[in-house]
């Protein structure tokens, strides 16, 4: 018979313990189950074939995320545009600027009939003059309302017209430039394209229609005159227009009147010399962003002067009881293609105080 604690059909065969030697290899002892590192499974793991029942969670990935790097690529995207629109006129065209055309410019100088009138009193030269009821100064000079254009604000309207104005101001009333030194003033309300011209003009005076100093500015010459008032009257018209979807004109017809003396000589009598310019401006949006002005054309009248003196380099006036020299203007050569027509007029006895 068996014992009390075998099994009733007794213990198994083979060995001494009887059927606990075959699964010896297999019992864990109690070290080993506690460092064991138990999983459970799901239930949807347990259909799913015993996948995996702990899930590890991906690594740390270094730098910046795929958001951070979104939202710093909008920012740097949203800051260039603001950039690009910033230097981009929104008016401005795609098409390049053309580069600007030289000046051309005529110079007619107008004498007179018999000898020129004078005065001691300045004042009383003006009241008896066609300059009675000119303005003082740059007041002569009135900007016309400043409308917008198809293509144009009306802010770029009115800077085309004040360009032209300081223009106007600045080579034809500023008492150094008129004595013959100061030019950079002018030269620098010209665009760039124009510099070098001017500079030849000064540099190489011609009477090529092209390099005349008194097509760029009014001076007279200072070893024969100088101002007796500072105070220069001043009458005229501005006018601005589109041309074309990158183009403004401005089209300026003044006329000036100053009292002259000859140089050193404070107790001469003061005449009145009448400088008479039309003048064509052009700007492109280049320019009126940098307030200067393409000058596309210079005509002038100026008188009294005497036919026979060139005045291309500088204006040489018949101040009071002075007359005419004999002679015409200097001759022109049809041959010569570089050189223009010369042209003299009469000044009108009209145009000459009554004293």
């Known amino acids: 018979m068996g014992g009390p604690g075998d099994p009733p059909e007794g213990t198994p065969e083979g060995g001494p313990g009887g059927g606990e030697d075959e699964y010896r290899s297999v019992v864990f002892d109690e070290s080993f189950v506690r460092a ?25 990935r270094r730098g910046l995320s795929r958001q951070a790097l979104i939202l710093v690529l909008l920012i740097a995207v949203a800051f260039g545009t603001a950039i690009y629109m910033g230097v981009r006129h929104p008016y401005q065209t795609p098409t390049a600027q053309e580069p600007a055309e030289p000046v051309r410019m ?3 100088p107008l004498a007179p009939q018999g000898k020129v009138p004078g005065a001691d009193d300045t004042e009383y030269l003006y009241a008896h003059s066609p300059a009675a009821q ?9 900007l016309p309302a400043a409308r917008r254009t198809s293509h144009f604000s009306d802010s770029q309207v009115l800077t085309a017209l004040t360009t032209a104005k300081d223009y106007i101001v600045r080579s034809a009333l500023d008492p150094e430039v008129l004595t013959g030194g100061e030019t950079r003033s002018v030269r620098l309300l010209l665009d760039p394209d ?3 011209q001017f500079d030849q003009s000064f540099e190489h005076p011609a009477a090529d229609g092209r390099h005349a100093p008194t097509g760029w500015l009014v ?4 070893s024969r005159a100088e101002l007796a008032d500072g105070e ?14 990158a183009t403004l004109e401005v089209t300026a017809d003044h006329t000036s009147v100053y009292a002259l003396r000859p140089t050193g000589d404070d107790e001469a009598e003061a005449s009145l010399f009448t400088v008479r310019r039309e003048l064509h401006f052009r700007f492109d949006r280049d320019d009126l962003r940098l307030h200067q002005a393409q000058l596309v054309v210079s005509y002038v009248q100026a008188g009294p002067l005497s036919c ?8 040489h006036p018949l ?5 005419a020299k004999a002679g015409g203007p200097a001759g022109t050569d049809p041959y010569a293609t570089d050189s223009a027509t010369a042209l003299c007029g009469s000044l009108a006895t009209s145009a000459q105080p009554k004293v």
């Open 232 to 245: 220069i009257r001043v009458q005229g018209t501005l006018q601005a227009a589109e041309t074309d979807s």
């Open 219 to 222: 001076r007279f010459d200072p």
């Open 134 to 142: 000119f303005r003082i100064g740059a007041e002569g000079i009135t």
């Open 319 to 323: 101040l009071a009881g002075q007359t």
């Open 106 to 108: 005529t110079v007619i």
């Open 36 to 60: 064991a590192r138990l999983q459970e499974f799901s239930a949807q793991e347990r259909i799913a074939d015993h996948a995996p029942a702990v899930r590890r969670r991906p690594p740390l």
């Open 308 to 315: 026979a003196e060139n005045p291309v380099s500088h204006l």
């Open 194 to 196: 124009q510099i070098d």
